[in-house]
């Protein structure tokens, strides 16, 4: 998109506006991604505009003139847009005394909490690039979760680790003698209480007594103690030298740092995705560019984000959908980020009640958690602006039960959603006003372009006289896209159509002749589990079947109504055809759990069925493949065994393995 300028653009954007209003007389071509339908919906004059040559932090600074707006909400405690430039700039002297230099790259393991936005606007502004990994351990075996770390520490060429100091015990501690040998000598640590005083430990207390009820809370802050003293334990005994980010913010204050020419095409950030090719994370390279892009476009798309405007920040940094539409739009908007460190979606609506956000971005599965949700019962909620969703599609039937309870609840708008993806920034796609359809994505956002292609041979497909639809793999062009290369390795391929570079995103989809686009499947049959997290069924399949005892394996979605979302279920055929007792049974899939995940450093314990059902067969189609519709449509049958993965988004715990009608839970 970027080879034209902005009156090219212009002269482009209004004629294709002119043939689709009938202003001007031409054939057009049939293909969505070059008659671009959706522009009727936009302002052609909003759509034209060059992407501003800046790092992310000037670009912010730009589009904040009121300093006293408030930009960030942690506990009660209200920093201004003017403080957190002041801390930004604290931050790009604590990482220049750490020795940081431009393009060096920083590994970020950090939950959402104030000091994470000012180390990633403080490592952009002396250009160096953050990278963001999920600080939640992968396994209930530590040293299994640093393994992975040290992988991404190596393969990525970290040179700067700054982390949660929870996180240094899980993720760095055991592999300090690692890290030394790849060169790294320092860890700094960042306590949650560091943007504390009295007043927000107490709020702390009282939003987790209100929340969660005051014997957990006693109980999580007994727990607290003894992790505090295990950390104070692990420094001393550290292999690395240590850092405490506050002291090292008061060691810099004389400390002066660089800010490097602006270069088209710098690497800002490197995010992550959950849901991958193979079980290790895949990296995403994003660009000034990228983030700056997006954020531009969000403008010109009809969001209702206004200056001043509350949001609710719960999606992490170390996604895409977080970083970017969050945190870097929001402070593009000039919003109140509410940063949520920990969340479980149980909570959502006493949070809605306590911090009375204009702007909420989740996933379906919270907003159908809701619907159930005694605190709300004659709650108003008109309070909000905008509620949106995106990560996983929506029932229609699901969606009208919300827009009802919200509107019943003074709602006035109806729940707006979209597409996307990491390697686009998240989303691409943006449904509201006339374009917000029961089951559907919406259309383009205003500066993306999409097209569909034949899932097979990848050839574009046009629009017909027969139907007002096309089907087929959905295809995005934006300036908002990865490069998809990092370090000369390909990561995400990039091909040309029509004189623009789209990428692929294994979404089937249909789109109609207004550009309104409707989500069908996946081409991978992956799916999104209730808190996000994306499920490759042909990777746990692999690991499940390289254990000895499996002969097949299939992984299908059921729908957990206490979570009100989809979890994987595994329907297994084992090379020994006995019969067994329950026992016998819970011990097999105790064997795989321990065997092909726990013990295993090349998966995630998030990829754990929570049911596995041994069976004689798998059902097969008429072409002998196998059925996997008939194994959705089955349900449950109630001889599963079933996996208690105790999970927040910030922790794993025990794992229990048991079948209901046994009563004997055996705890891992």
Same mark, same amino acid.
């Given at each position: 998109?970027?080879?034209?300028?902005?009156?090219?653009?212009?002269?482009?954007?209004?004629?294709?506006?002119?043939?689709?209003?009938?202003?001007?007389?031409?054939?057009?071509?049939?293909?969505?991604?070059?008659?671009?339908?959706?522009?009727?919906?936009?302002?052609?004059?909003?759509?034209?505009?060059?992407?501003?040559?800046?790092?992310?932090?000037?670009?912010?600074?730009?589009?904040?003139?009121?300093?006293?707006?408030?930009?960030?909400?942690?506990?009660?405690?209200?920093?201004?847009?003017?403080?957190?430039?002041?801390?930004?700039?604290?931050?790009?002297?604590?990482?220049?005394?750490?020795?940081?230099?431009?393009?060096?790259?920083?590994?970020?393991?950090?939950?959402?909490?104030?000091?994470?936005?000012?180390?990633?606007?403080?490592?952009?502004?002396?250009?160096?690039?953050?990278?963001?990994?999920?600080?939640?351990?992968?396994?209930?075996?530590?040293?299994?979760?640093?393994?992975?770390?040290?992988?991404?520490?190596?393969?990525?060429?970290?040179?700067?680790?700054?982390?949660?100091?929870?996180?240094?015990?899980?993720?760095?501690?055991?592999?300090?003698?690692?890290?030394?040998?790849?060169?790294?000598?320092?860890?700094?640590?960042?306590?949650?209480?560091? %943007?504390?005083?009295?007043?927000?430990?107490?709020?702390?207390?009282?939003?987790?007594?209100?929340?969660?009820?005051?014997?957990?809370?006693?109980?999580?802050?007994?727990?607290?103690?003894?992790?505090?003293?295990?950390?104070?334990?692990?420094?001393?005994?550290?292999?690395?030298?240590?850092?405490?980010?506050?002291?090292?913010?008061?060691?810099?204050?004389?400390?002066?740092?660089?800010?490097?020419?602006?270069?088209?095409?710098?690497?800002?950030?490197?995010?992550?995705?959950?849901?991958?090719?193979?079980?290790?994370?895949?990296?995403?390279?994003?660009?000034?560019?990228?983030?700056?892009?997006?954020?531009?476009?969000?403008?010109?798309?009809?969001?209702?984000?206004?200056?001043?405007?509350?949001?609710?920040?719960?999606?992490?940094?170390?996604?895409?959908?977080?970083?970017?539409?969050?945190?870097?739009?929001?402070?593009?908007?000039?919003?109140?980020?509410?940063?949520?460190?920990?969340?479980?979606?149980?909570?959502?609506?006493?949070?809605?009640?306590?911090?009375?956000?204009?702007?909420?971005?989740?996933?379906?599965?919270?907003?159908?958690?809701?619907?159930?949700?005694?605190?709300?019962?004659?709650?108003?909620?008109?309070?909000?602006?905008?509620?949106?969703?995106?990560?996983?599609?929506?029932?229609?039937?699901?969606?009208?039960?919300?827009?009802?309870?919200?509107?019943?609840?003074?709602?006035?708008?109806?729940?707006?959603?979209?597409?996307?993806?990491?390697?686009?920034?998240?989303?691409?796609?943006?449904?509201?006003?006339?374009?917000?359809?029961?089951?559907?994505?919406?259309?383009?956002?205003?500066?993306?372009?999409?097209?569909?292609?034949?899932?097979?041979?990848?050839?574009?497909?046009?629009?017909?006289?027969?139907?007002?639809?096309?089907?087929?793999?959905?295809?995005?062009?934006?300036?908002?896209?990865?490069?998809?290369?990092?370090?000369?390795?390909?990561?995400?391929?990039?091909?040309?159509?029509?004189?623009?570079?789209?990428?692929?995103?294994?979404?089937?989809?249909?789109?109609?002749?207004?550009?309104?686009?409707?989500?069908?499947?996946?081409?991978?049959?992956?799916?999104?589990?209730?808190?996000?997290?994306?499920?490759?069924?042909?990777?746990?399949?692999?690991?499940?079947?390289?254990?000895?005892?499996?002969?097949?394996?299939?992984?299908?979605?059921?729908?957990?109504?206490?979570?009100?979302?989809?979890?994987?279920?595994?329907?297994?055929?084992?090379?020994?055809?006995?019969?067994?007792?329950?026992?016998?049974?819970?011990?097999?899939?105790?064997?795989?759990?321990?065997?092909?995940?726990? %013990?295993?450093?090349?998966?995630?314990?998030?990829?754990?069925?929570?049911?596995?059902?041994?069976?004689?067969?798998?059902?097969?189609?008429?072409?002998?493949?196998?059925?996997?519709?008939?194994?959705?449509?089955?349900?449950?049958?109630?001889?599963?065994?079933?996996?208690?993965?105790?999970?927040?988004?910030?922790?794993?715990?025990?794992?229990?393995?048991?079948?209901?009608?046994?009563?004997?839970?055996?705890?891992?």
């Amino acid at each position: 998109m970027g080879r034209l300028s902005v009156n090219e653009r212009k002269l482009r954007n209004m004629y294709l506006r002119g043939l689709l209003t009938g202003e001007i007389q031409g054939p057009p071509t049939g293909y969505p991604c070059v008659d671009k339908p959706w522009l009727v919906y936009y302002d052609v004059e909003k759509c034209n505009y060059d992407i501003p040559k800046m790092n992310v932090f000037e670009y912010i600074k730009s589009m904040n003139n009121n300093k006293n707006n408030v930009a960030i909400t942690y506990y009660g405690k209200e920093i201004t847009y003017g403080d957190l430039f002041k801390n930004v700039d604290i931050a790009s002297k604590s990482l220049t005394k750490l020795g940081v230099k431009n393009n060096d790259r920083i590994m970020f393991l950090m939950p959402n909490i104030p000091e994470t936005a000012y180390l990633f606007y403080g490592a952009a502004q002396i250009g160096a690039v953050s990278d963001y990994v999920d600080p939640r351990p992968d396994s209930v075996d530590f040293n299994v979760s640093a393994k992975k770390i040290l992988s991404l520490v190596e393969s990525e060429k970290i040179k700067h680790l700054v982390v949660l100091d929870q996180c240094y015990l899980a993720m760095i501690k055991p592999i300090e003698k690692e890290l030394k040998e790849l060169g790294i000598e320092e860890v700094t640590l960042v306590s949650p209480t560091d %943007s504390m005083g009295m007043k927000e430990k107490i709020n702390y207390l009282s939003e987790g007594v209100s929340f969660d009820g005051i014997k957990f809370t006693k109980s999580k802050m007994k727990n607290s103690k003894v992790i505090s003293k295990k950390i104070d334990e692990a420094i001393s005994t550290s292999l690395l030298k240590v850092n405490m980010y506050s002291d090292l913010v008061k060691e810099s204050k004389d400390v002066q740092f660089t800010v490097p020419d602006y270069i088209p095409g710098k690497l800002c950030s490197i995010v992550h995705t959950s849901g991958t090719s193979s079980p290790k994370p895949k990296a995403i390279p994003l660009t000034h560019e990228n983030f700056n892009a997006y954020a531009e476009q969000t403008f010109s798309s009809n969001m209702p984000m206004k200056e001043g405007d509350k949001a609710l920040h719960i999606l992490p940094y170390f996604a895409a959908f977080g970083i970017v539409d969050v945190v870097h739009a929001g402070f593009s908007h000039s919003n109140n980020l509410v940063q949520i460190p920990e969340f479980s979606p149980n909570n959502l609506g006493k949070m809605l009640l306590r911090y009375k956000p204009q702007i909420v971005i989740g996933t379906p599965t919270w907003y159908l958690g809701l619907l159930e949700d005694k605190s709300l019962k004659d709650k108003d909620l008109s309070f909000i602006s905008m509620m949106t969703y995106g990560g996983d599609s929506m029932e229609v039937s699901d969606e009208d039960k919300i827009n009802s309870f919200l509107n019943n609840h003074g709602y006035k708008g109806k729940l707006t959603k979209g597409h996307g993806m990491s390697e686009t920034c998240g989303c691409s796609s943006y449904a509201t006003n006339d374009y917000n359809l029961p089951g559907t994505l919406g259309i383009p956002m205003s500066n993306t372009i999409y097209g569909i292609v034949n899932p097979d041979t990848k050839e574009p497909i046009r629009f017909t006289s027969d139907k007002d639809y096309v089907e087929g793999e959905l295809i995005i062009s934006s300036n908002s896209a990865t490069s998809g290369v990092l370090d000369g390795n390909e990561i995400v391929k990039h091909v040309e159509y029509f004189g623009e570079d789209f990428i692929f995103t294994r979404d089937i989809a249909r789109m109609y002749k207004n550009g309104v686009m409707q989500f069908l499947t996946r081409s991978d049959r992956s799916f999104t589990r209730f808190d996000g997290f994306k499920v490759k069924p042909y990777e746990i399949e692999n690991v499940i079947k390289s254990n000895p005892k499996v002969k097949y394996c299939v992984i299908s979605p059921y729908y957990e109504e206490s979570r009100f979302g989809n979890m994987p279920i595994a329907h297994i055929v084992l090379n020994d055809e006995a019969d067994l007792d329950d026992n016998e049974q819970v011990e097999i899939v105790r064997d795989i759990i321990n065997n092909q995940f726990v %013990s295993n450093p090349s998966v995630s314990t998030r990829q754990i069925p929570s049911k596995f059902l041994i069976r004689k067969d798998i059902p097969l189609t008429k072409n002998g493949k196998v059925n996997y519709n008939e194994l959705v449509a089955e349900g449950l049958s109630g001889d599963e065994i079933c996996v208690d993965l105790e999970e927040t988004n910030i922790s794993i715990g025990d794992i229990k393995i048991y079948k209901p009608n046994n009563t004997k839970k055996l705890k891992k």
